[in-house]
């Protein structure tokens, strides 16, 4: 089995695909991919299927769920509140609301045209992101569109200053960004940016002329991070995203899916911090603070034709696919650490009485998941999975960080939360 990576992909683009033999056969050939995180799209307030969510994070798939329509976009925060709360209590961890809030296309020619965007979007934002924390859920700043409409380097850096500005620390402390990535410009090489405003200082917006490279590719996260760094005094973590929307031109198949599979390789490429160099192309290695970059996509019956597309809807592997395997094959297993167990429970350190009625009120979870218990962070880095009661526990910034960087996922859940199956076996519980 492929170890944990931070290869992602988008589901379909529909809601069709969530029953049980499907979900059965999509998860398994995510797994033999080395997908660790699926892009859902939920654009009702009707929630994903329960069983479909659950075995994706029992298999170790962090679902990231994307709620950008426009009839979702209206709605009010109290109306989310109930959604939000199951999701939570399944485990979900992450939910994007909104997408592209610096177009014109989001607001409107009227309230474009009015008012100050990237003020307006904070005060859309900030009631939905206290919903989200409230459910400890992390709140993601949306995808903003690259290359048009009002500069994304701007809005990013001015709606970073409206939240400082606002003293909203919580925010920043619980904030994840998110990028568009253009793989497939053909006027830009893949390793196009590489290094940020510090290698590129003469970068403008618009620019037309190629004298200086910009943010436009894969290494957007470079960009980003500066402006974070610059604004909160710290980095923050950030999830890449393939543009859906935003099909590839005057490129040929052949030409998308090499690519691709070059944005793979340095994605997974054991040798994180190092230079590399694929087909004579030296590419730097990708910020740590990317948690995923998700693909385009696993399958799409409205577009079986899209070279992005990595298996027809019936299942018969594409190319992309054929060569994410070949590669994992001649390559091995992993990237990043080959973990000691599956499952472990963390929890704090209590009194010996306290363990035992904390573990009861478990039991069958424990029966299920059989975790080894553990109680500090260094144990709970040897895990696959790390489950810890959010009523018990409230992990910082830097422990969630440092447990994702040695590629664990995370489980918070509470006890009215799990949805546990009955098993007559016992448990073999080990406590470290």
């Not at 009227?110 to 859309?124: H, M, T």
């Not at 030409?255 to 994180?272: G, K, N």
């Not at 979870?365 to 553990?374: A, C, G, H, S």
Request: net charge negative; glycine share 4%.
């Amino acid at each position: 089995m492929i170890s944990n990576t931070k290869l992602g992909l988008y589901y379909f683009p529909n809601d069709q695909h969530y029953h049980a033999k499907e979900r059965e056969k999509w998860i398994a050939e995510m797994l033999s991919l080395g997908i660790r995180w699926l892009v859902l799209k939920n654009d009702t307030l009707i929630a994903i299927p329960e069983p479909f969510i659950q075995a994706l994070i029992e298999n170790g798939i962090l679902p990231i769920v994307r709620m950008s329509g426009f009839q979702i976009i209206q709605k009010p925060p109290p109306d989310f509140e109930l959604l939000i709360k199951t999701y939570s209590s399944w485990g979900i961890q992450y939910i994007q609301l909104f997408d592209r809030p610096n177009t014109r296309s989001f607001w409107g020619v009227k309230a474009w045209s009015d008012s100050n965007p990237v003020e307006r979007f904070i005060d859309l934002f900030l009631p939905y992101a206290e919903l989200f924390a409230k459910y400890q859920l992390h709140p993601i700043f949306p995808t903003l569109e690259v290359g048009s409409g009002f500069w994304d380097i701007a809005f990013l850096r001015f709606s970073l200053e409206s939240i400082v500005r606002r003293r909203h620390q919580w925010l920043v402390d619980r904030l994840i960004l998110s990028a568009y990535i253009d793989l497939y410009d053909p006027l830009r090489p893949l390793n196009w940016g590489a290094g940020g405003q510090e290698r590129w200082p003469n970068s403008r917006p618009f620019q037309m002329d190629f004298q200086s490279q910009d943010h436009r590719g894969l290494y957007i996260a470079d960009w980003y991070e500066t402006i974070a760094k610059a604004i909160v005094g710290k980095t923050l973590p950030i999830m890449l995203m393939d543009d859906a929307a935003k099909k590839p031109l005057n490129m040929d198949g052949r030409e998308i899916q090499q690519r691709t599979l070059y944005a793979f390789q340095r994605l997974v490429d054991p040798r994180q911090n190092e230079i590399i160099e694929i087909e004579g192309l030296p590419y730097d290695p990708l910020r740590d603070e990317i948690l995923c970059l998700n693909f385009y996509c696993l399958a799409d019956e409205n577009s079986p034709d899209d070279p992005r597309v990595w298996y027809s809807a019936s299942g018969q592997a594409h190319g992309i696919a054929k060569a994410v395997k070949t590669y994992w094959e001649q390559n091995g297993l992993s990237n990043g650490k080959q973990p000691s167990f599956h499952h472990a429970l963390l929890l704090p350190q209590l009194e010996a009485e306290q363990i035992h009625q904390e573990l009861e009120k478990r039991k069958s979870f424990l029966i299920q998941y059989q975790p080894k218990v553990v109680f500090n962070l260094q144990d709970a880095l040897q895990a696959e999975h790390v489950w810890y009661p959010k009523e018990l526990i409230n992990l910082s910034e830097t422990e969630v960080f440092e447990l994702e960087n040695h590629a664990c996922i995370l489980h918070p859940f509470t006890l009215d939360g799990i949805s546990i199956a009955s098993h007559s076996v016992d448990s073999s519980l080990e406590v470290l």
